[in-house]
């Protein structure tokens, strides 16, 4: 296999194994790492809490081979999957699993496809236009750049890269692969800097950041995907289980943090006194909002400074959401006297992204 590729420092490791702690202490806990990676969050799991068993998920080949090695002493009580994440539901029947108890997804590029050039996930290396997440399937950055109608990619660029200047920058692909196929980051990149006015240049890091971005989630299908994995963690999290999810760019935290809080909230009329079986909120907010990494955290860790980490626990079946009917609680002022929250106005805890 040679060396490892890759460095992995897991971000905010500590804050994400006191949120889940009382999940990973159930009998029979089962721990679902989504984005397995480098494997760091796994094995700090799996070192503290023997009785855990870890089902680890992960798109890339290269990532699943090389933390087998590495948590390879844990064997007898993991399970390593080539999967999606957002393929949960398939990969608990084929072990056999009807639920799990903690879970964590740790979104964005790992350590290793950045770290790699022969990726070309990294716009500050030179490599191949490739930014597959799984090698073995699917189409390349270079065929979207080369092979897009134009109209598509400034789409693509305004709406996955937030990228004022996608007109421009399309324009130049445009006009580059007339005269040759595009084929390289380094290439990609220069044409990107001199599409974006200069004094647009002078803030905000590499110009080529973000039409990276976007042609990375455009690959690999990463909203739409995320946008199925996250109902479908929650429809198997056990009763009293935990999920922490860490975005690391808006269009991540908004899809999480609309999946999660829609479930802290009751879905029945408004104007009854009780609240009707079924109806109930099935998820707590374990987070006012977004946590930030701490300073210390950054200065640790560079690559959490963009980090957004979430958090919330599956209310317990006995808790109302099933059964009986049961007397709503008492109504607070801060929801304007309403059993539920009036359109646009935010619940405790919620906050913003």
Known sequence: MGELRGTHVPVLLERCLELLTPALELPGAVHVDFTLGLGGHAEAVLERFPEVVLVGLDRDTEALTHAGHRLARYAGRMRLVHAVYDELPRVLEELDLTEFHSGLFDLGVSSLQLDEADRGFAYAQDAPLDMRMDQTTGFTAEQVVNEYEPGVLVRILR???????????????????????????????????????????????????????????????????????????????????????????????????????????????????????????TLRLLTRGSEPPSEQEVAENPRAAS???????????????????????????????????????????????
């Open 159 to 281: 709406q996955y890269g937030e990228e004022k200047f996608a007109t421009r920058v399309v324009s130049s692909i445009v006009r580059e692969r007339q005269k040759g196929r595009i084929t390289s980051t380094a290439r990609l990149a220069e044409l990107v800097k001199e599409s974006i006015p200069a004094a647009a240049r002078r803030t905000g890091g590499n110009p080529a950041k973000r039409t990276f971005q976007a042609l990375r989630i455009e690959v690999n299908g990463e909203l739409a995907t995320l946008e199925a994995a996250i109902p479908a963690a929650l429809d198997a999290l056990a009763p009293k289980g935990r999920l922490v999810v860490m975005s690391y760019q808006s269009l991540e935290d908004r899809i999480v943090k609309r999946a999660l809080t829609a479930r802290t909230r009751s879905t029945g009329p408004v104007d009854l006194p009780v609240e009707l079986p079924g109806t109930g909120p």
């Open 307 to 353: 980090v957004k980490l979430r958090a919330v626990e599956r209310l317990d079946r006995h808790d109302g959401t099933t059964g009986a009917a049961r007397e709503r609680p008492r109504l607070s002022t801060t929801h304007g006297g309403q059993g539920r929250l009036r359109p646009g106005a935010r619940e405790e805890g919620e906050g913003e992204a």
